[in-house]
Each structure stands twice: as C-alpha cells, then as structure tokens.
C-alpha cells in the first residue's frame, strides 16, 4: 500500500528519543508523504523545519482553538509570512472547540477562526479544521463564506451523516483515524459506509488517539496501515484500493505534486 497520512505531529517532542526509529516503521508501512499540522507560533517554525528536512512531508500552519489567545495582530504577519514558504499548503489546525471548559472563551476562539480564515482566502490555502462539539457554529461560519474559501478538511471526524453532508456540500474533505476504528464509533463508521471514496482522507494525529489494537501507546504514523485495514473492512473495500484512493485525495485536497514526494 502507498498511504498518505493527512494529519500528525511527528515534530513533537513525544517522538524525541527514538523519532528516526518511528519514521523507518511508517516507511515500511507503505506511509509516502505526510502533512504536519501546526497548533500555536511555536510549532509553525517547527513544521517548516520538519519539511525542510525531510522530503516527503508538507506543512500546516495556524493558531489551534486552544491557543486562540495568541492570535494577534503581529500573529496574523507571522501566520501570512510564513504562508509564502514552499512547504506549507494548508492553514491549520484551526476552528472551533467547546469540549474543555479551560480552553478560551468563543468570542476568542472566532477571532481567531475568523482572521485565519480570512487568510486563507487571500492565499488560496486550503484550511485543516479541528472541531468539537461546535459543528453547528462551524458550518454556518462555512456557508456564510461559500465559494470564498478553496477547500479543507474537516479533522477527526466524528459527528452525524447529516452534518457530514453538509460539508461535503460546501465541497470538504472528512478524514478519518484511530478513532474511527473504536468498537463504539458507531457515527463515524456510518459516515464511512455513506460518504463519497474522493472526499474520504485518512490520518493518525499522532502521538494522539491510536487506532484499536493500539490504545493506551503513543500513536505513530506508521499506523495509518491499521486505520486503513478497518476502515476498507467498513467501506466494504479492499485495503489497497482505498490506500490509492485516499493518497489521491491526498495530493488533490494539498495540491501537491506527485514527484515532490519521490
């Protein structure tokens, strides 16, 4: 299989002590090219440098809900100078997370969603979004801009069909990782049976949320050949299929050339 992992964090810390270890495995699991997705100022410099580094590897840069409070009027400059490197193709991850009570107030939160989003209009960069238990507002944030922004993905997915409709109406992408692969994930494999095989992504988030088999260890890219086996057992697919299915989607939704990955 040749598989693209659309979302993880592999310059992080977590994989400090055995990361050349960690990338030899996703290698031999058919893993070709992945996307390392910023959260705050910090990790954009640290993405850039990942790709720079290592071929193979695109960049996301942006101010992730969490951190929305570091969105200033300096941030946005930074965010738009590095938009201009040829190693970031996507603003992210960025959105809307009402989930943990800590994280900063939604008049915060929007402010930031909102000038990033206003930056990826004047780039042309897709956008990857992390939502939680914020779809409602997220969408009608979307549909108010229809036709204004050129695509993204929606992270992690995991609400209902009906919502999953609606962003595949205003023409995003869904992706889909260890999550999905949960005994109990029953709205996310029900999106998987249903959705279109040229809007489906696959991804690992790692260090976070491995896939069943896996739970309780640090997630690593090379795991996305678990999240690919269960979820073309869902689709009713084979593995491979979708491997070369969601790689395409890949390189469409991050307008990357294929010989930059070789």
């Not at 994280?103 to 402010?111: I, L």
């Not at 995991?158 to 260890?178: I, Q, R, V």
């Not at 491995?210 to 890219?221: A, D, K, L, M």
Request: hydrophobic share 35%; glycine share 8%; proline share 6%.
């Amino acid at each position: 299989m040749t598989l693209f992992d659309t979302h993880c964090h592999l310059d992080s810390d977590e994989f400090g002590p055995d990361r050349d270890a960690v990338m030899e495995r996703m290698y031999a699991c058919g893993v070709r090219g992945a996307a390392l997705i910023a959260y705050d100022h910090a990790s954009c410099s640290r993405v850039i440098r990942f790709c720079e580094e290592h071929p193979g590897f695109v960049a996301a840069v942006g101010i992730h809900p969490e951190h929305a409070s570091e969105m200033k009027d300096d941030m946005l400059d930074v965010l738009r100078a590095y938009c201009g490197h040829p190693c970031v193709h996507a603003i992210g991850e960025i959105g809307l997370d009402t989930h943990d009570a800590l994280n900063p107030p939604m008049e915060v939160q929007m402010h930031a969603l909102l000038c990033q989003l206003e930056l990826a209009e004047q780039t042309s960069l897709p956008v990857a979004f992390h939502v939680r238990n914020a779809h409602p507002l997220l969408l009608q944030t979307l549909k108010a801009r229809r036709g204004r922004l050129t695509g993204g993905v929606i992270h992690c997915y995991s609400g209902s069909w009906e919502m999953a409709k609606e962003y595949l109406d205003l023409g995003y992408y869904l992706a889909f990782g260890g999550a999905s692969t949960y005994p109990n994930a029953h709205k996310a494999q029900k999106v998987l049976r249903e959705m279109p095989a040229d809007r489906l992504l696959l991804e690992t988030d790692s260090p976070y949320m491995p896939p069943e088999g896996h739970r309780g260890e640090r997630n690593e890219p090379g795991w996305i050949q678990d999240v690919c086996i269960r979820v073309a057992e869902i689709r009713g697919t084979d593995p491979e299929t979708l491997a070369w299915e969601t790689w395409n989607n890949a390189l469409r939704m991050y307008r990357i050339e294929q010989k930059t990955l070789q």
